[in-house]
């Protein structure tokens, strides 16, 4: 089945600089994909849906890239500030036809954000 | 926004004990997840129940777990009995229909003795 491969497991950044948090997954024809944000003592909140049609995908001070040749998922934190500490997991749904209710998840990655 | 509660948010149970885990999903959802967190591992799929069934479930969902929501009130996870390497992070999770946004609660720390 499907396997993601979360890297770096932590990641430490200055406050101004980007931040880049990568996921390799296995199967190729997985369709849908998703990075979570979670912060200390709260439940995981849903950064960005991610479609395999679309490539490049930005939201508010980040950029999710996805390389379907490599099957490689990516997001760029741009500028980051200290309210970006928290921890990052990407997740894939396997297959197109499928549904979001079945989640593989990658590792996570600790991302703090010195001053 | 909209809120999965868990309760509690940590059991300490003997091994060999039952256990089980509350959910309160977000109130008009009718898809509700268990996911299972190793320490130090990633967050793995454990079972997905829907107008009272279990729709699909992993392997990890061995035959001590039993999944239910009687009467639209918490979606809950028993485990009966408990083994030490069920000690892990739950995570529940709920959603309007099977391709919305997924809700995650905050999870609930179990650790068997």
């Known amino acids: 089945g499907e396997q993601v491969e979360q890297r770096p497991p932590h990641l430490s950044v200055r406050e101004g600089d980007s931040a880049v948090i990568t996921c390799t997954y296995t199967d190729p024809n997985s369709y849908y994909f998703f990075w979570y944000k979670q912060e200390p003592g709260a439940s995981l909140q849903l950064l960005m849906k991610?479609?395999?049609?679309?490539e490049i995908n930005e939201g508010q001070g980040f950029t999710v890239l996805l390389n379907k040749k490599d099957k490689r998922l990516s997001l760029n934190l741009t500028a980051a500030h200290p309210g970006d500490s928290a921890a990052y997991f990407c997740?894939?749904?396997?297959?197109?036809?499928?549904?979001?209710?079945?989640?593989?998840f990658g590792q996570g990655t600790s991302l703090s954000v010195v001053p | 926004g909209p809120k999965v509660l868990q309760i509690p948010s940590h059991q300490i149970i003997d091994m060999g004990q039952m256990v089980t885990l509350n959910c309160d999903p977000v109130?008009?959802?009718?898809?509700f997840y268990w996911y299972k967190q190793i320490l130090g591992q990633q967050m793995e799929f454990l079972v997905n129940f829907y107008n009272g069934k279990v729709m699909e479930k992993s392997k990890l969902f061995k035959d001590q777990f039993s999944v239910e929501r009687p009467d639209g009130s918490y979606f809950t996870l028993k485990i009966q009995p408990t083994a030490l390497e069920d000690s892990a992070v739950y995570f529940c999770a709920s959603s309007w229909d099977r391709n919305t946004e997924v809700f995650f609660g905050k999870g609930t720390r179990l650790t068997v003795v």
């Open positions: 997740a894939v749904s396997p297959i197109a036809s499928s549904s979001f209710s079945k989640l593989v």
């Open positions: 991610v479609f395999s049609s679309t």
């Open positions: 109130s008009n959802h009718l898809y």
